[in-house]
Each structure stands twice: as structure tokens, then as C-alpha cells.
């Protein structure tokens, strides 16, 4: 069974770069696409992006080119990185398994955007 | 960006009582629609594909239909686990996006 586990830090400045590391286990990262996600306290969900091992990626339009996702297949990991980052960017990140049909989850991890 | 507008926002229902939700896309995405439900403090689930498929170990209470711009997801006899908030994800178009979210309580 695929499992993700999200890590960086909980507490980011404004202006920073905001970065997200998920890890996989119990599967082949180079077996799917895999993607991020975030929530706002008390809010929806909103979709960030996804990537392929093989390069394929792509994000929201609306995070303005502030994102980059990239993937280290040797570590088993992919990353998230977010600049410029404002409270409006405070969340609960997910990781996930998958494209646009999103079936492995992370537990999700809480970033406060804040000086 | 193609909007997802849920109805309705919360719900409250009671034990074995069936139970709808609907999804109403601004555009036409034909049955590219998924269903996840989020309990409290808890990642989402991914309930339904393809407007209507049910994924492996959900259970056959929760159903879904629809295609084009309308799309309905059901629960035939509410049990207390299906408390959560549910919703529904359009992915015609990139952004993909998630309808605000149906809060389903038990009365």
C-alpha cells in the first residue's frame, strides 16, 4: 500500500519561499503522476499541481508562476516550492498519489504564513 | 476556470435517511467528475470516478450520476460514519477544481 508523509517547516515568513517535501513509500514513484493540494483553515480545497518522473508537470494558473514542483526519484520524494509566499497562502498542504483522480493521500501538514 | 457549485452547503440528516448532493459545473465536462469525502482532521477520500464509478472497498451505499453540467452523489441510508464534508472535483480543464464542499451532519 502506497503511503505518503509530507515534511518542511510549519511556520514560513512573508515574501519566503514556502517548500514541501513528500515522501513514498511502499510503491514505485516512477509508477504515477503525483500532486499537491491545499486547504485554508475552516475552507475548500484548492489544487496546486502534479508531476511525472518523466517531466510532465504543471500547476494552477491562478499561484501566478509562484510554483515549482519537481520529483528526486532516487530519494522517493517530490517537492513543492512556493515564493512570494502571503498569509493567503496559509494551509494544510496534502500531498497525493495520482493526476487529476487523486487516491493516495498524505495526512497533510499545516504551513502558517507569518512574520 | 471552470466553476463547481455544490448544493447544498451543509446538511443535516438523520440515521438511514438517503441522502443527495449535487454538483453544477459552469461548463460542459462531460463525466470527468470525482467524489472525496473528508472527515474532520483528515486527508479526503477518493469515493467516486468518472461521475459514477465506485472505487475499491467503498461501500455500495454511496453512488453517483450525471453528466455534463449536472451531477448528483448519494448516500441510500446515511450510517454515523458518513459524517463528513464531501466534494466534488471537475477535471475537464486544468486548474482542476473542487466544488466549496457539502457538510453533512447527523440530526
Known amino acids: 500500500q502506497v503511503q505518503l508523509q509530507e515534511s518542511g517547516p510549519g511556520l514560513v515568513k512573508p515574501s519566503e519561499t514556502l517548500s514541501l517535501t513528500c515522501t513514498v513509500s511502499?510503491?514505485?514513484?516512477?509508477?504515477?503522476?503525483w500532486s499537491w493540494v491545499r486547504q485554508p483553515p475552516g475552507k475548500g480545497l484548492e489544487w496546486i499541481g502534479f508531476?511525472?518522473?518523466?517531466?510532465?508537470?504543471d500547476n494552477n494558473p491562478s499561484l501566478k508562476g509562484r510554483v515549482t514542483i519537481s520529483v528526486d526519484t532516487s530519494k522517493s520524494q517530490f517537492s513543492l516550492k512556493l515564493r512570494s509566499v502571503t498569509a493567503a497562502d496559509t494551509a494544510v498542504y496534502y500531498c497525493?498519489?495520482?493526476?487529476?483522480?487523486?487516491?493516495?493521500w498524505g495526512r497533510g501538514t499545516l504551513v502558517t504564513v507569518s512574520s | 476556470d471552470i466553476q463547481m457549485t455544490q448544493s447544498p452547503s451543509s446538511l443535516s440528516a438523520s440515521v438511514g435517511d438517503r441522502v443527495t448532493i449535487t454538483c453544477q459545473a459552469s461548463?460542459?465536462?462531460?463525466?470527468?467528475l470525482h467524489w472525496y469525502q473528508q472527515k474532520p482532521g483528515k486527508a479526503p477520500k477518493l469515493l467516486i470516478s468518472?461521475?459514477?464509478n465506485l472505487e475499491t472497498g467503498v461501500p455500495s451505499r454511496f453512488s453517483g450520476s450525471g453528466s455534463g453540467t449536472d451531477f448528483t452523489f448519494t448516500i441510500t441510508s446515511l450510517q454515523p460514519e458518513d459524517i463528513a464534508t464531501y466534494y466534488c472535483?471537475?477535471?475537464?480543464?486544468?486548474?482542476?477544481?473542487f466544488g466549496q464542499g457539502t457538510k453533512l451532519e447527523i440530526k
Open positions: 508531476i511525472h518522473y518523466s517531466g510532465d508537470t
Open positions: 511502499g510503491g514505485s514513484i516512477s509508477r504515477y503522476y
Open positions: 497525493a498519489g495520482g493526476k487529476e483522480r487523486l487516491y493516495y
Open positions: 468518472g461521475a459514477s
Open positions: 461548463q460542459d465536462i462531460s463525466n470527468f
Open positions: 472535483q471537475q477535471y475537464t480543464n486544468i486548474p482542476y477544481t
